[in-house]
């Protein structure tokens, strides 16, 4: 999937005092969602499997089983089987599940497992496909279909194609409709959320939860649902909200995660109309396809249930495909991070907050960053968690905004205001977020340190812990 995803590129926040609006994603009973009411809190990101050019190729699918472990389905053109006991133990053996199609058919180049779906008739398993693939062309035909399996997805019967374009065949172009993922929208609907590649825009198509075989499949066209999902002429999503889909219990919602720039995320409850909470969950540079790249590359992400799949209340796994800056697809990784979605009776400031954390190596130099600590030759462990910083900038009190440096020569990792890295001898890896000036109400400071054999590090306490001395305070994180 990737190859053609770089064409793209080529061709979860504070919001601004302006739109503190009690508003936005409103359902078909005119009931809106408070957007401002929303918070994300993330906790640290750890790195499940890698590195490899076989990690996932598409969002990964998660099933709590009856022992109470967990399967995993991550797919890179064949989809993998891979049990543990948490999702963040995944580390065990793989199993192949779905292999390519045979030539001339329309999974071809591969068959990508994106959503699992419990069903009536077993588990239901999405499909994307690709066939006519060619990377030197620039050219692939994306289209899903849907199967069944009735032993935990270890072994699956695709029924049928279920979604794909109504544009022919495009030369020295990504043509077709993919990438979907599903959702039940618990009102005797699935729901799939997919990209269309003439036009890079998100379209949808629903089936009826009790018979979402080939057929049933109807996409959205403006003013109803009545276009085949095969075939049919779809209308475009407002915006660009993403295609990795989940069911917000509490909220009686969908949320859709875009990675665009930085990971943002989308709200309806009409299940058409959404509305972008404004502060990223994930803050990132850039999202560039074009590997090797000096940025960090989030890709594919999925949001997982307490107890598998995609329904999600207060407490979820958010998972995604990363790529440390330098690297190219054959250094994929598999991360995982903890993650608590909740809705106030008021506007949060902040609303999105991300875990701060202190990782330590062999050699004991340390490593203060909100990314996965992921170094060539390097392995660290958790140290210490200082705290959490905003994905964006105070609205309500001033605010600094923080960069991570790291040396890889040393693999120390340290904070400084942004722009400073350089002048600290060291390469600055990406943007840590933003804290406050000033002491907040259970707010931890953050000083900066340095170790009497010159190595920086990031510290919640003033004496540095007399591991070393303050070089001063870099600013207040959240509790």
């Known amino acids: ?59 990964v699918s998660i099933m709590k089983l009856p022992d109470g472990s967990f399967r995993a389905f991550a797919a890179n053109a064949r989809t993998m089987a891979i049990d543990g006991p948490t999702p963040f133990a995944l580390g065990g053996p793989s199993q192949v ?3 390519p199609g045979p030539p001339g058919s329309a999974s071809e180049c591969g068959r990508w497992l994106t959503t699992l779906m419990p069903g009536r008739a077993g588990l239901y398993g999405l499909i994307h ?29 695709i029924l049928g194609s279920i979604i ?41 198509a629903r089936a009826p939860a009790d018979d979402p075989a080939p057929g049933k499949w109807l996409k959205w066209s403006g003013g109803g649902w009545d276009e085949p999902g095969v075939g ?24 859709l995660l875009a990675t665009t720039s930085s990971l943002q995320l989308s709200i309806s409850r009409d299940k058409l109309r959404f509305d972008a909470v404004s502060e990223p969950i994930i803050l990132y540079d850039a999202n560039d396809w074009r590997r090797p790249a000096p940025t960090e590359l989030y890709a594919y992400p999925s949001m997982v249930g307490e107890q598998g799949f995609n329904d999600v209340a207060g407490r979820f796994f958010l998972t995604y495909t990363y790529i440390p800056p330098g690297q190219d697809f054959t250094q994929r990784y598999l991360v995982v991070q903890e993650a608590r979605i909740g809705l106030a009776r008021s ?43 905003m994905t964006a900038p105070a609205a309500q009190a001033p605010s600094v905004e923080l960069d991570e440096c790291f040396s890889a020569q040393s693999g120390v990792g340290f904070l400084a205001p942004a722009g400073d890295c350089a002048g600290e001898a060291s390469a600055r890896r990406r943007a840590a977020g933003y804290a406050f000036r000033s002491e907040q109400p259970g707010g931890a400071a953050i000083y900066s340190c340095k170790s009497p054999d010159g190595r920086r590090f990031a510290s919640n306490r003033s004496d540095c812990e007399k591991a070393g001395a303050s070089e001063g305070l870099l600013g207040f994180a959240l509790p």
């Not at 496909?129 to 019967?157: F, H, P, Y």
């Not at 990314?371 to 660290?380: K, L």
Request: glycine residues 10%; contains cysteine.
């Open 97 to 99: 599940v779905l292999e």
């Open 232 to 255: 049919g002429a779809a209308a475009a999503l407002n915006g660009s909200p993403g295609t990795s889909s989940a069911y917000w219990t509490t909220a009686d919602a969908i949320l």
């Open 129 to 157: 496909n690709e066939r006519r693939c060619s990377a030197q062309r620039g050219e692939t035909d994306k289209s899903m279909s849907i199967a069944v399996s009735v032993d935990r997805g270890l072994t699956w019967n």
């Open 164 to 204: 794909a374009s109504d544009e022919g065949y495009v030369p020295n172009r990504p043509i077709g409709e993919g990438d979907c993922t599903a959702v039940d929208g618990h009102d005797g609907y699935w729901y799939a959320y997919c990209q269309r590649l003439r036009d890079w825009k998100t379209i949808v």
């Open 347 to 389: 506007p949060r400031h902040p609303q999105v907050r991300t875990a701060l954390t202190r990782w330590k190596n062999a050699d004991g130099a340390t490593w203060a960053t909100v990314g996965p600590p992921i170094s060539s030759g390097r392995s660290y462990v958790y140290d210490a968690s200082l705290g959490y910083l």
């Open 1 to 59: 999937m990737r190859a053609f995803d770089a064409a793209r590129s080529v061709g979860w926040g504070i919001l601004a005092a302006s739109l503190f609006a009690v508003g936005g994603a409103e359902s078909a009973d005119g009931k809106a969602l408070c957007l401002a009411c929303v918070e994300v809190r993330l906790e640290r990101p750890v790195v499940v499997r890698g590195p490899s050019q076989d990690e996932p190729d598409a969002p």
